[in-house]
């Protein structure tokens, strides 16, 4: 079982930056694949970004290209995800999640349903 927590959320005006940070632990870090979600207000979640294993891989939305970058630290368990020139339509609960991919290219989770995920950090960008 593997529990994420996210931390970092708030409230930011139009325009500014932002980075969210996720914790595991109960599972061995390097065997997942690491994704970031967000659900707007009144929306359905929807899929931002995911990292690969070991950092090789990624990929993003359409909507959030090039303005978030995810990363992640194996050493320490984190992953995370830095938010550039936000709009009022960032706004939403983001989420951390964690799928079972060991060593394998991020293509592999693609349309795949996450195992785990967290409690979710509030995101406002206020216009």
């Known amino acids: 079982q593997v529990q994420l927590v996210e931390s970092g959320g708030g409230s930011v005006q139009a325009g500014d930056s932002l980075k969210l940070s996720c914790v595991a632990s109960?599972?061995?870090?390097?065997?997942?694949?690491m994704g970031w979600f967000r659900q707007p207000p009144g929306k359905e979640r929807e899929f931002v970004g995911a990292?690969?294993?070991?950092?090789?891989?990624?990929y993003y939305a359409d909507s959030v290209k090039p303005r978030f970058n995810i990363w992640r630290d194996n050493v320490k368990n984190m992953v995370y995800l830095q938010m550039y020139s936000l709009t009022p339509a960032d706004t939403a609960v983001y989420y951390c999640?964690?799928?079972?991919?060991?060593?394998?290219?991020?293509?592999?989770?693609?349309?795949?349903?996450?195992?785990?995920w967290g409690q979710g950090t509030q995101v406002t960008v206020e216009s």
């Open positions: 999640a964690a799928k079972y991919a060991p060593r394998s290219h991020i293509t592999v989770v693609q349309g795949r349903q996450f195992d785990y």
């Open positions: 109960g599972g061995t870090f390097s065997n997942y694949a």
């Open positions: 990292i690969s294993w070991n950092g090789g891989s990624n």
